[in-house]
């Protein structure tokens, strides 16, 4: 890399200096595993079958407990994420009050 590169802009460089990207795949993979666990258990209905005579119209129970499942994927995903970057953020403040305070 060249040495007159310029500087990264700050949010990128916080975003590095988080793990967001890390933390996101993280979340992401989370996100996944937990929408398709509850997508199967509904599905192959290890919970009993669909509760009473409700309807489910153009998509069917599957294609509407497909969409929720997604709508978890997502917001689980996002959870974890900002846990996951909260994490990191808490433990490199932490050092950096270390490193300051040792310095004095």
Excluded: C, H, K, Q
């Excluded at 988080?18 to 199967?40: K, P, Q, S, T």
């Excluded at 846990?83 to 305070?101: I, K």
């Amino acid at each position: 890399m060249s040495e007159d590169r310029p500087g990264r802009p700050p949010l990128i460089a916080l975003f590095e200096e988080f793990r967001v990207r890390r933390n996101a795949a993280i979340g992401a993979g989370a996100g996944l595993l937990v929408a398709a666990a509850a997508y199967l258990f509904r599905v192959l209905e290890l919970w009993g079958p669909v509760g009473g005579t409700r309807e489910y119209p153009i998509l069917g129970p599957e294609g509407w407990f497909l969409l929720l499942a997604f709508v978890l994927a997502a917001a689980f995903g996002l959870l974890v994420t900002a846990v996951l970057t909260l994490a990191t953020a808490v433990s490199r403040t932490r050092a950096a009050v270390a490193a300051d305070e040792n310095e004095r």
